[in-house]
């Protein structure tokens, strides 16, 4: 038996055989070590350095420093936050002679061949430690180029956030690049101070961040966008410092026809340019965080702008930012051009995920616009900040609360059933308030990556190339719409149905599998892609009413059994490889829990008449007798389960037990008393062996890629505490072996256990 801690630590002595109550600690725990942490708001300048569709920073200078000599330096420096050391593959392809420094350290210098081959790429390793960590990149001016693209490797996985030094600058996102100069400034002991002011280094450091004397004598809006050719509304936002109803004054000039609201009421209308002075009255508001101050003003023919100041008893009231934008010190937000004849709501704009019908100043269309800070060029910008992962898939300790991916799909669905089974609706409401973080911010993360090249949140789902982004958490998000009826979620829901449906590629005979020139996985399916896709597909057709969704989720479990099932033993193979034309006959515990899993799912909402509903029957029973005779004496099933030298694996575990207790609930396995055992004896070893006295989950191995031997899952893969890949179904294992418990309470037909 692996052993994973002293049966002292375990739940199972704490609580004994009440499987609510390890239930309610699985939840507690998540829900209190993933703190309701929100996205982080950052100014962000436009002209600075963005990323490419892979999630690159586009660092060519050729462009951007135009004046620069042959042989002449620039430098790029940005710094990096770690919650944990954490280690993540980069990829760096060179435009000429690069230098890459981390924390003062040389880790990779080009070769000559790098330098002058057009498309050179190398893959460097980076560890960072915990804390701030500087990154320093020289690049030397050559006929051949000037710069680099560099980043993390699967940037939309392993995210990349990279912040701004120095003093000015601090807490703004993005890198900055130094004008050109003749020789080398730094190197290996030499940095300069991130903390110090830019001015100190001698360089001149781009994007810029202050006003010419020119610009900071035009009206603020002006300043921003430019002298519109025909009238454009635009919008600043604050908040003041006040609490309580009374009278405030509001002061100050407009440029055009304004009008001005305090928390979404109207309290002043300005018929055209001119100073003002007035005196409004404030209702009593909602609480002690100040009142949100909303102007619109339009153009004028003497400029476009405001100022705007208010009062109290004689007495100023202080403006602050409606949102807390880190790296920016103002009060206002501003947002322009704007289409004046928009109808837009004022709970409509102001919101963080607010974006706003633009125009050019033309008057053209010009798409969507967001809020900016008041620096030249520089937006408001909201960035996932959360828990990263590494190339081991491990996320440390900061939380995980906002992030779209395929784990936390299965943890946002376990609370969601935790919620349920436990009537415990703080546990619904937080899974909610972690998927609506998500939905909330589609819309503006589609813009974002739009404008930017690449996303700052929601990564995943607006670079969706692979089930892998998607099903997983639309599954749990659209478990979330059967109780809440949100249509936004339905709409996200749309998008990824017809991803799967009409663009995702296939086999000749319609399967599912992963097309990826380039990639190590190219031409390969995988096991995995049965859970994620199929439970999304059933939720989906349940909730709209395509039968066209469950019809292919049943397709692809059969067509999946093709090339995967192993019929000797009765389990599947993780994955099919089509570059060598076969399988690789290795079942791994997790792959063949997803497929069990998610079968389960699709049996349950399955009509009983559907052509297809005997053959599936036929094969969870088949693949439950397979799975069942490898249980191991401990109750848990092994990471590879035909390997009696591999190690006892607990999410598989978990997710046999889920299946087996749904087997058994829904009259589905004809041998009941047999797999209703199977399923306490699995519970028992994972409370006894894997869950703790304070919830954390052990033995469940990090995320997988795929061999033929089966020596990388048993010994290259490992486990690791707290992995998301096995918090979810831990809870959901739990709310099943208690409703089986339930069950078997009952008076039943005779035919159920039999």
């Not at 390997?643 to 589905?668: I, K």
């Not at 179904?729 to 339930?742: P, T």
Request: proline share 5%; hydrophobic share 40%; with cysteine.
């Amino acid at each position: 038996m692996t052993a994973y801690m002293e049966y002292r630590d375990s739940s199972r002595y704490a609580f004994g055989h009440d499987a609510r109550r390890i239930l309610e600690l699985l939840a507690g725990r998540y829900a209190g070590a993933n703190p309701k942490v929100p996205f982080a708001y950052r100014a962000f300048s436009r002209l600075g350095i963005l990323q490419n569709e892979e999630g690159l920073y586009d660092m060519g200078l050729a462009a951007r420093l135009p004046d620069a000599d042959s042989g002449d330096y620039a430098y790029l420096y940005g710094l990096v936050w770690s919650d944990d050391e954490r280690s993540i593959d980069s990829v760096l392809e060179p435009l000429g002679p690069i230098k890459l420094y981390l924390n003062g350290q040389l880790l990779f210098r080009t070769s000559a061949v790098e330098e002058m081959k057009p498309d050179a790429r190398v893959i460097i390793p980076i560890v960072f430690a915990k804390g701030w960590n500087r990154i320093l990149i020289e690049a030397r001016r050559t006929p051949a180029g000037f710069g680099c693209r560099f980043g993390a490797d699967e940037a939309k996985v392993r995210i990349l956030n990279v912040l701004a030094p120095f003093a000015g600058r601090d807490g703004s996102a993005g890198w900055v690049y130094s004008a050109p100069v003749k020789k080398s400034c730094y190197g290996e002991g030499a940095f300069p101070d991130e903390r110090g002011a830019e001015e100190e280094t001698g360089l001149q450091w781009f994007p810029r961040t202050a006003w010419t004397a020119s610009e900071s004598a035009l009206p603020n809006l002006e300043r921003k966008y430019g002298r519109p050719e025909k009238p454009a509304a635009g919008y600043g936002w604050t908040r003041l410092a006040m609490t309580g109803s009374r009278t405030v004054e509001l002061e100050g000039r407009v440029y055009g026809p304004s009008s001005i609201w305090m928390d979404g009421e109207l309290v002043l209308e300005l018929a055209g340019a001119g100073d003002f002075r007035e005196l409004v009255q404030v209702g009593a508001g909602d609480g002690g965080e100040g009142r949100q101050l909303l102007i619109r003003t339009l153009s004028g023919s003497n400029g476009w702008g405001f100022e705007l100041r208010a009062s109290a008893g004689g007495k100023p009231l202080a403006c602050e930012q409606p949102l807390r934008v880190h790296g920016y010190d103002g009060a206002w937000l501003y947002a322009g051009p704007i289409d004046p004849n928009a109808g837009i709501g004022v709970s409509d704009i102001c919101r963080a995920s607010a974006l706003l019908p633009a125009v050019h100043l033309d008057g053209s269309p010009a798409g969507s616009v967001y809020w900016e800070t008041g620096a030249p060029h520089t937006r408001v910008r909201p960035y996932y900040e959360n828990a990263m992962l590494s190339n081991k898939w491990t996320t440390g300790t900061a939380t995980n609360f906002g992030r779209w991916d395929y784990p936390l799909g299965v943890t946002m669905y376990g609370l969601l059933r935790a919620s349920r089974t436990l009537e415990r609706p703080d546990l619904a409401d937080y899974a909610l308030e972690h998927i609506r973080s998500c939905t909330a911010m589609y819309d503006y993360s589609l813009w974002d990556r739009g404008e930017y090249g690449f996303p700052s949140v929601n990564h995943q789902l607006v670079l969706m190339r692979m089930l892998d982004n998607c099903g997983s958490f639309g599954s749990a998000m659209l478990e979330a719409y059967s109780a809440e009826g949100d249509e936004s979620f339905l709409r996200i829901a749309d998008t990824i149905a017809d991803f799967m449906l009409r663009k995702l590629e296939r086999r000749e005979d319609g399967a599912f599998y992963r097309l990826s020139e380039g990639e190590y996985f190219d031409r390969t399916m995988w096991a995995d892609d049965l859970y994620m896709s199929a439970p999304f597909l059933t939720r989906y057709a349940v909730a709209t009413g395509k039968r066209e969704a469950m019809d292919e989720a049943a397709r692809q479990f059969l067509l999946f059994r093709q090339y995967l099932f192993m019929e000797d033993e009765r389990i599947m193979s993780h994955v099919y490889d089509f570059k060598y034309g076969q399988a690789t006959r290795v079942p791994w515990g997790r792959g063949n829990g997803w497929v069990l899993f998610s079968l389960t799912e699709l049996l349950e909402r399955l009509p009983d008449d559907h052509r297809d509903r005997e053959a599936l029957l036929s094969f969870f029973r088949e693949m439950c007798a397979g799975v069942s005779a490898l249980q191991s004496d401990s109750g848990l099933w092994r990471q590879v389960l035909n390997e009696p030298e591999a190690y006892e694996e607990a999410s598989c575990t978990a997710m046999f037990a889920y299946a087996f207790a749904r087997g058994v609930r829904f009259g589905w396995l004809t041998d009941g008393e047999l797999y209703a055992e199977a399923a306490f004896k699995a519970w028992r070893g994972l409370t006894g062996g894997a869950i703790d006295r304070s919830g954390n989950v052990h033995g469940v191995c990090s995320g997988s890629r795929y061999s033929f031997s089966p020596d990388y899952y048993m010994y290259d893969l490992r486990t690791v505490v707290n992995d998301n890949h096995g918090i979810g179904i831990m809870m959901l294992a739990g709310v099943e072996i208690s409703s089986l418990k339930a069950a078997l309470a009952l008076p039943r037909p005779a035919n159920v256990l039999s």
